[in-house]
């Protein structure tokens, strides 16, 4: 929690109607950002991603499991936050169980796509080893390490940098058992197969304060917010989930506003974050 | 009489399950390509259910309201307002559903008149009686009704609409054959009288443009789900009066 005397407030609000927010930035301006990949290596996929002061470690595992009756042509994906104590004392035990399970919600709809697939971040039928059979089970978690704001985008950020550094292991089955029988599947340990993240979104927070809304707010610009708007947005410029957050209701013009703006500062910051990514894996290799 | 009871087979057919999702896939195909095919239920693209909403189903609780669209049937009981026990302003528990309970109170954080009871909670309880689809826009208009019938000091009602995406089409108010294999689906929850979009989700694959689209739709169904609404709280009124 944040607390603010009456003249800082103002200070806040005051910088954020003049364009120059108080650590300097404008208010479509990202904070310093660094990407590390790799960061654990029991995992298939991991990044460290640092947003200011806001820290995520995410992690992809994948396991084999059994794709469920309904979607049989399909492997299954899931998206856990969890928020650690080191990042606020609050969230010991269970104080941190609304903010991860919002976390998680809202990354799940932003990641996953409609029912039908359309606009998911990884597509589910590359993920099937043998149909009806096996499958790959991706398990994607985010840590918040620290919190300082924008955790939403930061942990987003992080996993589509974990999923860039994802390997899948090659899989080989054996075709000689009848049709009912379980496949035999030989995981290989030397061949990895890369993911495709290019169709992986973004989320733009525009957090609004007073009359103008501000990109990447620190948790002091946040206690200051009538509301938030969350939107993600692929390299395409589709819009691929949308989330409100705050108290205060919105006009419509204002969300279609909203929504253009994120639209114009997601492709600046899927630009960012591809050479982040590139640099990251650049260094991970010379290691 | 039932002397040929012995014969009867009560396993379902093994291809029972293919050709529901045949049947699916051919609804899919028509909601997809089609410009207005009349859906499952009759209705055309942009027609919502019959909506049937009443005031008081529940005698215990200080408001109450019951709705029924097509299938979905949803009772709301609201208690209070109590004094607080824990420093939490405003608290719902929806039946095992922590996503539709957050969203629930994301939808009405902005619309109840929180500094007129302080140090007080009001407690809104949902219960889904029969899932159909639409469920969580139908929770919202619900629970507004029943906060209302509760005389909670609100702005304005809440209303809720959803649409699902299919293809180049968007259809209104689905069913949950439709939710099931739409391509994004979009919920507004709004203040009809202050013209207010008091919470937006939204997910699948959608162009700005569209989503321009929908969300006007969802505001102008929002509106007249409002009008009925208002009907309804006016005659529990003449009713109690009378």
């Known amino acids: ?27 479509l301006q990202f904070r310093a950002l660094s990407v590390q990949t790799g960061v654990i290596p029991q995992a298939n996929g991991s990044a460290r991603v640092r947003l200011g002061a806001t820290e995520i470690i995410a992690s992809v595992k994948a396991e084999l499991g059994k794709p469920s009756i309904l979607h049989p042509d399909k492997g299954k994906v899931s998206i856990f936050v969890d928020c650690s104590p080191t990042a606020e004392p609050m969230f010991e035990g269970r104080g941190s169980e609304e903010l991860s399970a919002e976390l998680s919600v809202s990354l799940q709809r932003c990641l ?6 359309a606009g998911a971040a990884i597509d589910l039928s590359s993920l099937i080893v043998v149909e009806g059979k096996v499958c790959w089970d991706l398990y994607i978690d985010g840590l918040v390490v620290s919190s300082d704001g924008n955790l939403l985008d930061a942990l987003a950020a992080a996993i589509k940098v974990a999923l860039s550094d994802t390997g899948i292991p ?70 691929c989930g949308l989330t409100k957050r705050g108290g205060a209701g919105l006009d419509p013009s204002v969300i279609f506003d909203m929504i253009s703006v994120a639209k114009h500062v997601s492709q600046q ?10 640099a990251a894996e650049a260094e991970e290799a010379e290691c | 009489m039932s002397a040929l009871a012995g014969t009867g087979t009560y396993s379902p057919a093994a291809a029972a399950g293919g050709k529901r999702r045949e049947r699916k896939e051919e609804l899919r195909r028509h909601l997809v390509e089609d410009a207005d095919w009349p859906r499952a239920d009759g209705r055309s693209f942009h027609d919502c259910r ?42 719902d528990v929806g039946a095992d559903n922590k996503e539709y309970s957050s969203m629930l109170h994301k939808a009405f954080e902005g619309a109840v008149m929180l500094h007129t009871f302080p140090k007080t909670t009001v407690d809104v309880f949902a219960l889904v009686l029969e899932s159909g689809g639409s469920d969580l826009p139908i929770i919202i208009s619900c629970a507004s009704l029943a906060l209302a019938d509760a005389g ?34 979009l919920v507004v929850a709004f203040m009809p009288a202050r013209k207010e979009i008091t919470q937006l989700t939204l997910n699948g694959e959608w162009s700005d443009g569209r989503i321009t689209n929908a969300v006007e739709l969802c505001m102008d169904a929002c509106s007249k789900l409002g009008d009925i609404m208002r009907d309804r709280l006016k005659d529990t009124a003449t009713l109690t009066s009378e």
Not at chain 1, 7 to 20: M, N, P, S, V
Not at chain 2, 153 to 166: A, G, H, P, Q
Request: hydrophobic share 35%.
């Open chain 1, 1 to 27: 929690m944040v607390g603010l005397s009456e003249g800082e407030k103002h200070f806040i609000r005051g910088g954020i109607t003049q364009d120059l927010r108080t650590d300097g930035r404008k208010r």
């Open chain 1, 112 to 117: 996953l796509g409609g029912k039908s697939g």
């Open chain 1, 170 to 239: 090659k899989v080989n089955v054996s075709v000689n058992a009848a049709s009912d029988e379980e496949p035999e599947v030989d995981v290989s340990d030397e061949e990895f197969l890369q993911f495709d993240t290019s169709s992986v979104p973004v989320i733009i927070t525009l957090t609004k304060v007073g009359r103008h809304y501000i990109v990447d707010a620190n948790s002091e610009e946040e206690s200051q917010m009538s509301s938030a708007v969350s939107v993600s947005v692929n390299r395409h410029g589709q819009i």
């Open chain 1, 269 to 278: 910051f899927i630009s960012l974050l591809d050479s982040e990514i590139a």
């Open chain 2, 50 to 91: 019959p909506a049937f909403m009443q005031t008081g189903p529940t005698t215990a609780a200080s408001g109450s309201a019951y709705a029924e669209f097509g299938k979905t049937k949803v009772i709301v009981s609201v208690f209070g307002p109590r004094e607080s026990k824990k420093a939490m302003m405003y608290s």
């Open chain 2, 152 to 185: 909670i000091m609100m702005y304005d009602l809440v209303t809720s609409v959803s649409v699902s995406c299919f293809g180049k089409n968007i259809i209104i108010d689905p069913t949950s054959d439709e939710e099931a294999w739409q391509d994004g689906s």
